[in-house]
Antibody, heavy 118, light 107 residues
Framework: QVQLVESGGGVVQPGRSLRLSCAGSGFTFSSFAMNWVRQAPGKGLEWVALISFDSGNEDYEESVKGRFTVSRDNSKNTLYLQMNSLRVDDTAVYYC???????????WGQGTLVTVSS | DIQMTQSPSSLSASVGDRVTITCRASQIISNYLNWYQQKPGKAPKLLIYAASNLQNGVPSRFSGGGSGTDFTLTISSLQPEDFATYYCQQSYNTPYSFGQGTKLEIK
């Protein structure tokens, strides 16, 4: 069955960096676009980043452009989110989600919590 | 950027009720509209994609409709496990955007 498992979350000070990972299994990882979606505590869902199946295209939500970088290693079935210059308002649970043909997200990981605090 | 507005923000209903949640886009998005259910502490779950297509394994009491800018999610007969928060999402273009959510509570 399809599984997505995030890791790498934790507590970090403002201005520091963190890298999240998302390991996929149970499907042909290299055939699907992948996304990062976040949810601040008690708030709604916010799309963060997208990477195409072959890494040929990336896109970002405006507030993370220039600070976050999405990447993938299809040989390892793994998606990454490099987060630099973290801010307090980046505090959230970060989910990876598989992108389907209509831009819908049909499978999600369990999420990893990133807390940015001094 | 496309803004998504859901109504109502919260809704109280009873088991067996029929409920409808609406979602409005700030511009025409054709049928690039998806619906998700989220329970506390859990990841969202895809219910409906392309406005009206039921995701595999989702009960048939869930249905979606609409096109252009106005969309609906209907639950025909509420079950206890349906009490959750529901989000719409546009996938017409990036940045993808979600509605603010509708919390469905037990009356």
């Amino acid at each position: 069955q399809v599984q997505l498992v995030e890791s790498g979350g934790g507590v970090v000070q403002p201005g520091r960096s963190l890298r999240l990972s998302c390991a996929g299994s149970g499907f042909t990882f290299s055939s699907f676009a992948m996304n990062w979606v976040r949810q601040a505590p008690g708030k709604g869902l916010e799309w963060v980043a997208l990477i195409s199946f072959d890494s040929g295209n990336e896109d970002y939500e405006e507030s993370v452009k220039g600070r976050f970088t999405v990447s993938r290693d299809n040989s390892k079935n793994t998606l990454y989110l490099q987060m630099n210059s973290l801010r307090v308002d980046d505090t959230a649970v970060y989910y990876c989600a598989r992108g389907e043909g209509f831009g819908d997200f049909d499978y999600w990981g369990q999420g990893t919590l990133v807390t940015v605090s001094s | 950027d496309i803004q998504m507005t859901q109504s109502p923000s919260s809704l109280s209903a009873s088991v067996g009720d029929r409920v409808t949640i609406t979602c409005r886009a700030s511009q025409i998005i054709s049928n690039y509209l998806n619906w998700y259910q989220q329970k506390p502490g859990k990841a969202p779950k895809l219910l409906i994609y392309a406005a009206s297509n039921l995701q595999n394994g989702v009960p048939s009491r869930f249905s979606g409709g609409g096109s252009g800018t106005d969309f609906t999610l209907t639950i025909s007969s509420l079950q206890p496990e349906d009490f959750a928060t529901y989000y719409c999402q546009q996938s017409y273009n990036t940045p993808y955007s979600f509605g603010q959510g509708t919390k469905l509570e037990i009356k």
